[in-house]
């Protein structure tokens, strides 16, 4: 069993930044891979960023490379979400999720195993 929990939402200006954390419980983080999703109002669950188990491979949505970097320390079994540069249309409730006992990183919802409660993420105009 793995429980995920984000932290480090809030409300920030169009150009900001902020850091989004995942503390994960349970001794299968370092062989998990961990995502992002986030989900704005009225619309689907959307892939954001993934990284697999040990760091060395990430993977991100069009829409926010460049802007965002996802990391991981499996020694503090902490995941990060950086996101810079802010645009309104990042504003969401962001999603931390895990797929334990894999190599791999993984894009869709349906793959991954656990999922936090969400932290919400403002960026005004």
């Known amino acids: 069993q793995v429980q995920l929990v984000e932290s480090g939402g809030g409300l920030v200006q169009a150009g900001g930044s902020l850091r989004l954390s995942c503390a994960a419980s349970g001794r299968s983080f370092g062989s998990a891979a961990m995502g992002w999703f986030r989900q704005a109002p009225g619309k689907e669950r959307e892939f954001v960023a993934a990284?697999?188990?040990?760091?060395?491979?990430?993977y991100y949505a069009d829409s926010v490379k460049g802007r965002f970097t996802i990391s991981r320390d499996n020694g503090k079994n902490l995941a990060y979400l950086q996101m810079n540069s802010l645009k309104p249309e990042d504003t969401a409730v962001y999603y931390c999720?895990?797929?334990?006992?894999?190599?791999?990183?993984?894009?869709?919802?349906?793959?991954?195993?656990?999922w936090g409660q969400g932290t919400q993420v403002t960026v005004s105009s």
């Open positions: 990284i697999n188990w040990n760091g060395d491979r990430t």
């Open positions: 999720t895990a797929r334990v006992g894999t190599t791999y990183y993984y894009l869709r919802p349906n793959e991954y195993h656990y």
